[in-house]
């Protein structure tokens, strides 16, 4: 009784701190995102990655295409609703009237790339070019007046930037242009929350329905398509909670139907919700104490991984059918079930070593939840469980129980098994190409991936598959470095739709090229002679030439707009880290493989995904080493010394030959190794563990004993076996790695653990 | 931008009346001069003008010195006094694109569209020249409305001979045509709308 209230005031106590430390937010996490492991290369790469991640990943881009004029009002009535009730915001934009304004005393030194060609050849006769242009011109220049900028190079900088949306107009939150008889209002939307939080998710669809609504009201022959990370995320999680459901629907009718088959009495499902309930409990208060808040993620698989507690309970319950007292059945359990527990935790404990945040949380998750389960069983169990047992149906024995043991002259060839399986499955461990692809999350979705391809070919807004990086010691020469580029990717795509930072900033160089080149012009005593004649007085040009001295000092860097309207522009294409610059170009089409595999010095393409790929490979790579060998040294270190050095070590064999015979597998059929490749294995190890500590310790090996692992192997079976029915990449994978594993766990523990008749362990 | 919608200002005196109808190619002298501030007497200039259906219009100066302006769907086509060609896409400055759409509303004859760009008052005869008739355009556009206060137009049997173009910093723009082809071409499809209404 002590210990039935310790226990609960152990749970009680846990939950209270839990709870205490949960902050406002809540205790649970929706965003997927903090589970993606941290970058560990570079820094400055990091920092890129993250910059870049928030540029792309807020976006949502909405197009209304059809007759004006409901078009356009159909286009506006989407902006309006998408705004109010969506949470999509319009991206912050300078008008050429505030970029005027916060660029003018910078004007002398900034050119139109086309002015600058033509002025280095003859400074004077080019700028005597542009006033007579900007005068015989049909219509007045922008920008600043006759004498402050008479060739009007400044306005023709500002308009020269390039276009956000190429082809596209301005129309207040739209954007719009003609194409094939029909007008594209397009409207391009900022998430103010996270793309991948569910709260934001909801939002976004619900007002998007309900704006494609009214849409069809207003304008009925107009189609609305929209695109965006946003829609794809919130697809995927529809997607997957109904194919979690209907999986989880099949598993639970299955392992229901198994145990009233078995016990015909509904108490053990009674107890097996009991201590999968407290392994939860505990797990959720364990994981909470620790992280703060538990990702949606987590709790999910770590729920599923927790299923291998139901092992316990089937021991307790295929003994306890046997025999009216369960303090003594517990008692003889013991050594067996700790030997189970200690394994499988000794597997997550090195899972709790990783950098990788979802590992990290799911190991301590389950690890909590199979301690809070075993505690159950081993505490709670015998005090609550008063009444008369229940007997386990002939028919459930005759099925499962009655597997002999193997004699004879096959029994001398079992060491044969491990001596062929383990050499192999190491090869095949090392031979096992790596398949880490955070996209595995995701199934296709055809529907949304065309209306995407529609969008962003009638925009002309290519995904960005990645960016260019670039670096140098300071910060004007990474500004040459990038203006290089962009000139490489204008001239090879024909087009200047890549975004980066000298677009608005020119190098230095430039800047001090153009504000000598502009200067040797006003200085030229024919020019000065030739503007006179055009009506601008001496002096109006003795104001200009004084203008243009002041501005000899003056040089446009990103820092000196930093605490501007240019701010959100900058922050996306400029940063440094640790006192070291760094820009990002974001190409908005194909980028050569040329360009990508050598684009110049200081400057990498990455592509985000890729990288993040790389860092899920090395960083399960290192977590399966330590896997392998705490399975290869932790696992016979804790069975010998459990049950003695020989039958300890021959026991260990079995899971690692189970694991063996798994990673044959995983190489043979192709799968090769990632991380949820890597959760299934743990899995299949820890269950391989458990099923060899039980027979090998196993007082007589009965047939209700042998029974109970039938009945664990298969409820865990129909837990997770089934994920290998899921059409999401990373959840089959880890459904096939774990049912192969459960498989092989369960043949080479009878095989290999399971003592020859007579030689049982005496308790 | 604001230039883009300027030039198109100067030819939306006829090619508003257009209505939707026959290619119309259109050909006039021009005498335009220009206050502006900050120049210590008016900028005179003369030339023709010439535009072909919804795809082309030609701005050419011949007197002080040549200059040529070209605008098409896809770009703008300037040819400076030395011989010097700049080209601007349309694809790469919205500005051109917004010329593009206003010229091809008004080619279009599609009054719907000018009219949110607009206000258009009709104001009868012109007080100097009976024979005129003043149309005032106000624009709508806030963008627009910060660099022209107001365009004047006055025309006779329905074609453009005068255009005033006010501009907020007191700069004014007054521009003289004299159609050499193509005013019956604007002419008649007008009539026949007005005679429609």
């Known amino acids: 009784m002590i210990r039935t209230l310790a226990w609960i005031a152990l749970l009680a106590v846990l939950v209270a701190l839990a709870l205490a430390r949960t902050g406002e937010e809540g205790p649970l996490d929706t965003d997927v995102t903090h589970l993606l492991p941290e970058e560990h290369q570079d820094p400055l790469v990091a920092e890129a990655m993250s910059r870049n991640r928030l540029g792309v990943s807020d976006e949502l881009l909405v197009l209304v295409r059809g007759p004006d004029p409901a078009a356009r009002e159909a286009a506006e009535a989407v902006a309006g609703i998408l705004q109010s009730e969506g949470g999509v915001r319009t991206p912050v934009r300078e008008d050429t009237e505030q970029l005027a304004e916060l660029l003018e005393d910078y004007r002398f030194g900034l050119l139109a790339d086309d002015r600058r060609e033509a002025m280095r050849l003859a400074p004077s006769a080019s700028y005597l070019d542009a006033v007579r242009a900007r005068l015989a011109r049909p219509a007045p220049g922008i920008g600043l007046s006759i004498d402050r900028d008479p060739a009007g190079l400044f306005a023709d900088y500002l308009t020269t930037l390039p276009a956000p949306y190429p082809g596209f107009r301005e129309s207040g939150d739209l954007w719009q242009r003609e194409a094939q008889g029909e007008t594209l209002w397009l409207f391009p939307g900022q998430l103010e929350g996270n793309a991948f939080a569910e709260a934001t998710q909801i939002r976004v669809t619900e007002a998007l329905e309900r704006a494609r609504e009214v849409a069809a009201e207003r304008c009925p022959d107009c189609l609305v398509q929209a695109t965006g990370p946003v829609r794809f995320a919130s697809e995927q999680r529809d997607r997957a909670r109904l194919e979690v459901l209907i999986l989880s629907s099949l598993s639970l009718t299955g392992i229901l139907a198994l145990i009233l088959f078995a016990f015909r009495s509904p108490r053990p499902l009674a107890m097996g919700v009991l201590a999968l309930g407290s392994g939860v409990t505990l797990a959720v208060a364990f994981s909470l104490l620790v992280f703060g808040r538990l990702n949606v993620i987590t709790l999910v698989a770590g729920t599923t991984l927790l299923g291998i507690s139901i092992d316990y309970v089937f021991k307790y319950l295929v003994h306890r059918s046997e025999s009216d007292d369960g303090h003594r059945v517990v008692r003889g359990l013991l050594r067996p079930l700790s030997l189970g527990v200690a394994s499988s935790l000794l597997a997550l404990g090195v899972l709790m070593a990783s950098p990788f945040p979802a590992l990290r949380e799911l190991a301590v998750y389950a690890a909590a939840g199979l301690a809070g389960a075993w505690l159950t069983v081993v505490l709670l169990f015998p005090s609550l469980d008063r009444h008369r047992p229940a007997r386990l149906g002939e028919g459930i024995q005759k099925l499962l129980g009655e597997i002999p043991p193997v004699t004879g002259g096959p029994r001398r060839l079992i060491p044969v098994i491990p001596l062929l399986c383990i050499p192999i499955g190491v090869l095949a461990f090392v031979q096992l190409p790596g398949t880490d692809d955070v996209r595995s999350f995701q199934s296709p979705v055809e529907a949304l991936l065309s209306e995407d391809e529609a969008v962003r070919s009638a925009t002309g807004m290519a995904f960005p598959e990645g960016f260019f990086l670039v670096r140098a010691d300071d910060a004007d020469e990474v500004l040459e470095r990038e203006a290089a580029l962009i000139d490489v990717l204008d001239q090879q795509s024909g087009h200047r739709r890549s975004v980066g930072t000298t677009r608005l900033i020119p190098p230095v160089s430039q800047q001090r090229e153009a504000h000598q080149l502009v200067g040797e012009a006003l200085h030229d005593p024919d020019l000065i002679d030739a503007l006179k004649a055009l009506g601008l007085g001496a002096e109006s040009q003795q104001r200009l030439r004084e203008d243009w001295a002041a501005g000899q000092d003056l040089t446009l860097r990103p820092e000196v707009l930093a605490d501007t309207a240019l701010a959100d522009f900058l922050n996306a294409v400029w940063l440094t880290v640790d006192g070291r610059p760094a820009s990002l170009v974001v190409p908005r089409g194909p980028v050569p493989e040329t360009l990508v595999s050598d684009a110049g010095e200081g400057v990498s393409f990455i592509r985000p995904v890729e990288a993040m790929n790389q860092t899920l490979s090395e960083q399960r790579a290192h977590a399966s080493t330590w896997i392998l060998l705490a399975a290869a040294l932790g696992i016979p270190a804790l069975f010998m010394l459990m049950l003695g050095p020989r039958r300890g070590m021959k026991a260990a064999l079995a899971p690692l030959s189970a694991l063996s015979l798994t990673l044959i597998f995983l190489w043979v059929s192709g799968i090769g190794i990632n991380t949820f490749v890597l959760m299934g294995l743990v899995l299949g190890l820890g269950i391989g563990a458990d099923y060899a500590a039980f027979l090998a310790s196993e007082r007589g090996t009965a047939r209700a004993g042998i029974t109970g692992i039938g009945l664990a192997g298969l409820t865990t079976l129909l837990a997770f076996g089934l994920l290998g029915l899921s059409r999401i990449p990373a959840l089959q994978e880890f459904g096939l790695t774990a049912a192969v594993g459960i498989v092989t766990a369960w043949l080479c523990a009878f095989i290999i653990a399971r003592p020859p008749p007579g030689q049982e362990m005496r308790a | ?197």
Not at chain 2, 92 to 101: F, G, H, I, R
Not at chain 2, 112 to 140: N, S, W, Y
């Open chain 2, 1 to 197: 931008m604001i230039r883009g919608f300027c030039l198109a200002l100067a030819f939306l005196c006829w090619a508003a009346l257009a209505q939707a109808g026959e290619a119309v190619v259109f050909e006039a002298e021009f005498e335009q001069t220009r206050t502006t501030p900050g120049l210590e007497r008016p900028f005179e200039s003369s030339g023709t003008v010439r535009w072909t259906d919804e795809e082309y219009l030609e701005w050419q100066t011949k007197e002080p010195f040549e200059y040529r302006y070209v605008l098409t769907r896809e770009s703008m086509l300037e040819e400076l006094p030395d011989g010097e060609r700049r080209e601007i896409r349309a694809e790469d400055a919205p500005w051109v694109l917004s010329l593009n759409e206003l010229l091809m509303a008004v080619v279009s004859g599609d009054k719907e569209r000018m009219a949110r760009r607009f206000d258009i008052e009709q104001l009868g005869a012109d007080e100097t020249d009976a024979e005129l008739e003043l149309l005032r355009l106000t624009p709508r556009d806030t963008a627009l409305g910060e660099q022209i206060e107001v365009i004047e137009v006055r025309r006779a049997d329905l074609v453009p001979r005068r255009i005033d173009l006010h501009e907020t910093d007191g700069g004014h723009t007054h521009i003289r045509l004299r159609p050499v082809t193509g005013a019956d071409a604007l002419k008649a499809p007008e009539e026949d709308a007005e005679g429609d209404s």
